[in-house]
Structure formats: C-alpha cells, structure tokens
C-alpha cells in the first residue's frame, strides 16, 4: 500500500521513524515549507486530491485531528 501523510510536524516525524518501511510518497500539509524528510516532499490539499489515484490511504499525524480529518473532509478526503 501506498500512503500520504497529513501533517510534517513532531508526529509526522516519529511515525515515518517507527514505520520505516512503508511506501510513503509525500506530507500533505497547506501551512509548512520545511521538509522534514529530505526524501519526501510536501504537497498541499490540492495537490493531494489530484494525485489521489496515486495512493490508497492518508495517515493523520498531528495532535489536532478532528481540525485534521475537518480539513480532509472539505475537499472529499477520508
């Protein structure tokens, strides 16, 4: 399976750390311009609702999650 995670902060950060071998493809993230894996880069929600058929599921990782899944759910994301 391919993922995409939401959010590049501290969570972000310790779950690709614990889960090294996923496929990982990018951070989505609209606020954040730092990469925090020089491998991945960072997508905004657009970019992520375009590039849908590219991945099968999105990991939320920040501490906020309802503002999270919110987010998520206005463009059509689940």
């Known amino acids: 399976m391919k993922y995409m995670i939401y959010g590049t902060g501290r969570v972000a950060k310790d779950f690709i750390y614990f889960f090294p071998d996923l496929e990982i ?43 999270a899944v919110e987010c998520l759910e206005e463009v059509n994301l689940k």
């Open 25 to 67: 493809l990018a951070f989505i993230d609209d606020k954040s311009d730092v990469c925090i894996s020089a491998s991945l880069e960072i997508v905004t929600l657009e970019e992520a609702v375009s590039k849908r058929n590219e991945y099968d599921q999105i990991i939320i990782c920040t501490f906020d999650k309802n503002a």
